[in-house]
């Protein structure tokens, strides 16, 4: 069975530190997919990011980077000098290639990005 | 560009009352899902479907009951609400393999007394 584990549940950081969510993954699948959305405060789920289990290249988008490594079944999320617009739930997810069901959400961690 | 939508965003109902939840997606994907979000759980899969006519269960389907008469339309049915079915609700849709991100709706926020 697949499994998505954040263990952080909740994490505070002064504006403008970096900060690392954790995610951690259990697949029998050797093809799979990694994702990360962001909930605000207002709610709504937002994909962030995609990434498939052949490609370890790590990813960076403006002030976000995604670390993957195969190797400690991890996924983690980096924000670089954060901002408070960053406060929000982030959800890992992890889901195999052939079937859409098979979507697995982590708990999520709550980042408060303080002013 | 409405993406998916989710009717209605707030309800307040009394225990034993039923109530049908309705999604509608624009972007013509095959699968569509019915989750809850409870605080400290993350998201849950209810119910979901792979296309129209079609409904499967998902990790906690009980006391829920779902149709896919339409593509663009995924209904979520209580017949007889529980306090322990007050949740927020998401709906999500996406083209289908594993590989496609799920698309989700704004949430409906559901308190059974």
């Known amino acids: 069975a697949q499994k998505v584990t954040q263990a952080q549940t909740e994490i505070s950081v002064v504006e403008k530190e970096d900060v690392t969510l954790d995610c951690v993954y259990e697949t029998r699948d050797t093809t799979y997919y990694l994702f990360w959305y962001k909930q605000p405060p207002s709610g709504e789920l937002v994909f962030l990011i995609r990434?498939?289990?052949?490609?370890?290249q790590n990813e960076i988008s403006g002030r976000y980077s995604w670390n993957f490594q195969k190797s400690t079944s991890s996924f983690n999320f980096t924000i670089t000098a954060s901002q408070v617009v960053d406060s929000a739930v982030y959800f890992c997810a992890l889901s195999d290639y052939n079937y859409g069901q098979n979507f697995v959400f982590g708990p999520g961690t709550r980042l408060s990005v303080l002013p | 560009n409405a993406g998916v939508t989710q009717t209605p965003k707030f309800r307040v109902l009394k225990t034993g009352q039923s109530m049908t939840l309705l999604c509608a997606q624009d972007?013509?994907?095959?699968?569509m899902y019915w989750y809850r979000q409870d605080p400290g759980m993350g998201l849950r899969l209810i119910h979901y479907s792979v296309g129209e006519g079609t409904t499967a269960k998902g990790e906690v389907p009980d006391g829920y009951n779902v149709s896919r008469l339409k593509k663009q339309n995924f209904l979520l049915g209580l017949e007889s609400a529980a306090p322990s079915q007050t949740s927020v609700y998401f709906c999500?849709?996406?083209?289908?393999?594993?590989?496609?991100?799920?698309?989700f709706g704004d949430g409906t926020r559901l308190s059974i007394l």
């Open positions: 972007m013509n994907h095959e699968y």
């Open positions: 999500a849709s996406s083209a289908g393999r594993g590989y496609q991100p799920q698309h």
């Open positions: 990434r498939n289990s052949f490609d370890e």
